[in-house]
């Protein structure tokens, strides 16, 4: 699976980590979680409750996108507007996947509630939603639904991109 380079994203809490620790070995591929690739001062806000703007995210998203300059890499990166998702993309080095990993508002507070020790605390989680724009049909995407058993999930990812797990 050398020519992969995919991005699980949405909003947070939504399972990129979990997901991706996952999905990357059945592929024969590397995942790097987004939030590694944070500047300092990006997570310092974020743990202060603050929200990231659009400026604090351009040199992560760019870095973002260098880390899948390695084919056969799976990045978890929120990517919520398709300006984010065209920076990554422009960087990237190759086409990108992106995998929108979608829940409700409810699923999503729920995991968030009951994770501890991240940085991103739940009093963002509306930030996040209203930034949010769903994948289009002329992107390099796809939408699978978190609300159901992880080895559901993956391989609901894993057919949707046409791909082939290792054994």
Known sequence: MTALRLV???VAGCGKSSVGAALAPMLGA???DGDDLHPAANIA???GGQA???ADRWPWLAAVGSALHLPGRIVGCSALKR??????ADHAGGPVWFVHLLGSKAV????MAARSGHFMPASLLDSQFAVLEPVLPDESAITVDIDQPMTTLLEEIVAKLGLKAHS
């Not at 300006?83 to 990554?88: E, G, K, L, N, P």
């Not at 999503?108 to 995991?111: E, F, L, T």
């Open 8 to 10: 699980l994203m949405g």
């Open 30 to 32: 590397v995942y790097v």
């Open 45 to 47: 806000k974020m743990r």
């Open 52 to 54: 990231l703007t659009d």
């Open 83 to 88: 300006s984010y998702r065209a920076r990554i």
């Open 108 to 111: 999503i507070a729920a995991r």
